[in-house]
């Protein structure tokens, strides 16, 4: 099965157990992650970029939307 790399940054207002929140999304999606980098970027902000193999567009609007619905985030982007 084909896949492509693409890098998603989540920027949000950090809490306890965010990170796991977000990728435990990922993985219930079965979307494997190549890399993952989380800082924090002052005043509570938290940044998460991660490169993820997804098969399709509709896997990737799929995974973007759950990322989205999880609780402090404020944006989710792909980095190109």
Request: hydrophobic share 40%.
């Amino acid at each position: 099965k084909f896949t492509k790399p693409v890098n998603i940054i989540v920027d949000a207002k950090d809490r306890p157990g965010l990170l796991k929140e977000i990728l435990n999304n990922v993985s219930t999606l079965k979307i494997p992650i190549n890399k993952t980098k989380g800082k924090t970027l002052g005043q509570g902000n938290f940044e998460l970029s991660f490169t993820a193999s997804v098969d399709n567009l509709d896997t990737l609007n799929n995974l973007i939307n759950r990322i989205n619905k999880v609780k402090n985030v404020k944006k989710v982007y792909l980095e190109i």
